[in-house]
Structure formats: structure tokens, C-alpha cells
């Protein structure tokens, strides 16, 4: 399936990618086009939209995309729910929703300036994410689901 979403990736638009590889969809194939015309190629190209104003993958309250992710497809895996938490205070107003969200917000940026390519950006930073979720599967409560991270 495909997926689209604005240019130039920051926390969401590079951990809602990680997320859907590793648990939605392994096949994904990620368009990162200019805001204007995420819906016109959701439309042309049967992509599914997130992380824009106005989509089911979007931003609600003070939810961000990636909880939004997790809450369609079902994910009860609590290292995720740990890490959501670290992912939307990284990429919304709540910078101190835990210790890690600053650090996650930073690094983010630095990949941004590091790589003018979004694909290119994406591919380096998704080990990031593999390794917060490492780090949350250790510190998060025991996890009775049946998530697990796929590679």
C-alpha cells in the first residue's frame, strides 16, 4: 500500500512510517510530497494520507498521528503505548510529557539538517525508532499482548 504524507519529515512523518513498516503494512512505499498536494495524490495514486490536517491518520486534541495509527490498527502492544507517549510529546506543544521527548524532538531535527533527502532521511532515522522501542519494551510494564516488532 502506499502512503502520503507533507515533505520534509519531522517526529511524526518519520515514526508513523516506522510504526506502519514495522506492525501495519511491511510492503509500505512512503510519498513525501509538498502539503498542497498530499490529498490530490492520496487521490491519484490510491494512498492513504496521514499526518496532514483533516485525515483519519491526523492529529486529534492532543493526539498526534502516530497514536492515531495505533489506535486504528488495534496496537496493544504496551512498549508501543510507551512510546507513543514519547512520540507525542515530541511532536506537539507537550514537550515535557516525559524525559525523552526533548531528546527525540532533537535528534529529529538533526536528521533534517543532516539529510535534504526525505527518503534518504527516513531509511537513516527508522533505527531510532527501533531502538525506542527496545528501550520502551524494557521499561514499559509487562507486556501481555501479542505485538511484536517485525522486521
Same mark, same amino acid.
Given at each position: ?17 516506522? *510504526? ?54 488495534? *496496537? ?14 515530541? =511532536? ?24 535534504? =533527502? =526525505? ?33
Amino acid at each position: 500500500m502506499k502512503w502520503v504524507t507533507r515533505a520534509r519529515p519531522k517526529v511524526d512523518r518519520v515514526a508513523c512510517p516506522w *510504526l506502519i513498516k514495522r506492525f501495519v503494512d511491511p510492503q509500505a512505499e512512503f510519498l513525501y510530497v509538498p502539503p498542497e498536494e498530499v490529498m490530490e495524490v492520496a487521490k491519484r495514486e490510491g494512498a492513504i494520507p496521514f499526518d496532514v490536517a483533516n485525515v483519519e491518520l491526523g492529529h486529534d486534541g492532543p493526539n498526534c498521528s502516530f497514536d492515531a495509527i495505533i489506535k486504528k490498527y488495534k *496496537l496493544t502492544d504496551r512498549a508501543l503505548q510507551r512510546l507513543a507517549v514519547i512520540v507525542r510529546g515530541a =511532536d506537539t506543544e507537550a514537550k515535557d510529557l516525559t524525559p525523552e521527548s526533548r531528546g527525540l524532538e532533537a535528534i529529529a531535527e538533526g536528521f533534517r539538517l543532516v539529510y535534504s =533527502d =526525505d527518503h534518504e532521511l527516513l531509511e537513516r532515522e527508522l533505527s531510532v525508532y527501533d531502538a525506542l522501542y527496545a528501550y520502551c519494551q524494557q521499561t514499559a510494564p509487562q507486556n501481555t499482548s501479542s505485538g511484536a516488532l517485525k522486521n
